[in-house]
């Protein structure tokens, strides 16, 4: 087994961490200047930290380093390191109201990049923002489109579900409102529930429920364009808003679990199949 060496034929010095630098002030992270360093790259010599280092032979280097030099690829292989498509650090969880709309474009143009880091978007951000996205297409149901509910509960053979649609009958706009936005939230919760739960069967990470609702709860932006199709009348809009949010859920499965394609769809399949029967 061969050490890594310099281009000048010398062998490579033993991994640096921060801590060893003398310095009373913390060092930051090139990458990310609000993390604390955790160790220097051993061939550029940059500050990096944890999730911005890869271990080789012992030593630590940037994905940049590691992108541009042949030798270390090939350790790579030898070692079975996993390493990125990209060459860049992953990005930063957003974890501000004011960094959710760059988040989300980023979403979109690489998903499984921006899960990576998605898990730790704080719980109180994501929460208000599924909200949001998925609060408009029961709004519009229950105010706008009312005879489409009643006429389910009216056609429907169940004496409780009739119950439900008189009872509906009776309330006013603001109580509506109301039983929409709990309705929401508790379908939120459940959701998330169940998506930790599938999480767990395909992962051996020790992933938090939290972590899981807020990787979640991105992939049900897309479902405030739902909101056109229940106000048009147009079922393949709302059915578009609800497939786009299984394919962002699937990614995000795969980039927190690091499991295979097959498997990311086997647990959004448990998914569905699970949300199915409790909504």
């Known amino acids: ?31 990310h200047t609000s993390k604390e360093a955790f160790c220097l790259c051993t061939k550029c010599g940059d500050l990096l930290c944890e999730k911005c280092s890869i271990q080789i032979r012992g030593r630590r280097y940037c994905f940049d380093c ?4 042949d030798m270390l ?40 990049f921006f899960f990576s880091g998605a ?17 408009p297409p ?22 409780f579900v009739k119950q439900a649609g008189a009872w509906i009958r009776e309330m006013n706009a603001w109580e509506l409102v109301g039983v929409a936005v709990m309705g929401t939230i508790f379908r939120i919760l459940i959701f998330d529930l169940l998506f930790f739960v599938c999480l767990h069967l395909f992962s051996r990470n020790e992933l938090k429920f939290s972590q899981a609702a807020s990787t979640l709860h991105f992939c049900m932006v897309p479902m405030i364009v739902a909101t056109l ?33 097959w498997q990311g769809m086997g647990a959004m399949f448990l998914f569905i199949l699970m949300s199915s029967f409790l909504m």
């Not at 990209?86 to 979403?107: C, F, N, Q, W």
């Not at 898990?119 to 609060?135: Q, V």
């Open 229 to 261: 199709g229940v106000a048009l009348d147009q079922l393949w809009i709302t059915m578009t808003a609800e497939v786009l949010m299984i394919i962002l859920a699937t990614s995000a499965t795969r980039a927190v679990t690091k499991c295979s394609f």
């Open 66 to 69: 590691v992108a541009q030099d």
């Open 138 to 159: 029961v709004l519009v149901q229950y105010l706008v489109k009312m005879d489409n509910v009643l006429k389910v509960y009216d056609e429907s053979n169940v004496a």
């Open 1 to 31: 087994m061969r050490d890594t060496e310099t281009e000048s034929g010398q062998e490579m010095p033993a991994m640096i961490t921060a801590a060893q630098l003398p310095s009373s002030k913390p060092y930051t992270c090139v990458k």
């Open 119 to 135: 898990k730790d978007s704080p719980f109180w951000l994501t929460f208000p923002m599924a909200l949001i996205a998925s609060l």
């Open 73 to 112: 690829r090939e350790d790579c292989f030898e070692e079975s390191v996993i390493m990125p498509v990209i060459s860049t650090a992953p990005p930063e969880a957003p974890k501000r109201v004011r960094e959710l709309p760059g988040a989300i474009l980023d979403m979109f143009r690489n998903s499984y």
